[in-house]
Structure formats: C-alpha cells, structure tokens
C-alpha cells in the first residue's frame, strides 16, 4: 500500500451472529502500524470489494506524521 510493506489477511467469520466476510489489512510505516478493517456480508464482498475496499487501499497515501 502506497510502496509500503503490508500484510493482507482474509476471512470468513461471525459478528453479532451474523457471518462477515473480513479484510484485514496492516501497513507498515515510519516505525508504526496502521490497520484498515472492511468488512460485509458474504454475498456482497465481491462486489464491495470492487466499488469500494481495492480503490480505498489502492488512493491511501502515507506521510511522515509531524512530531
């Protein structure tokens, strides 16, 4: 993300009794961690992955933050 290393990591699990399908992703930058959670139903992940999670981790730029 954004040529920072990353580890990306999917599943399939329940919330509140209800199945979610997860993506977890953890970015590694200027000595920190930065995660991004996104999550929705099964049956709407493909699709919300194309509208919305790849564009959302593909736009995230990182900057240095001021001390």
Do not use: C, M, W
């Not at 009794?17 to 993506?23: H, N």
């Not at 991004?36 to 990182?62: I, N």
């Amino acid at each position: 993300v954004d040529g920072r290393p990353a580890v990306e990591i999917s599943a399939v699990d329940r919330a509140g009794g209800k199945q979610r399908a997860t993506r977890t992703t953890h970015i590694y930058a200027f000595g920190a961690e930065i995660v991004v959670d996104q999550s929705t139903t099964p049956t709407d992940f493909p699709r919300a992955d194309r509208a919305l999670f790849k564009p959302l981790l593909r736009a995230l730029e990182l900057a240095r933050p001021n001390p």
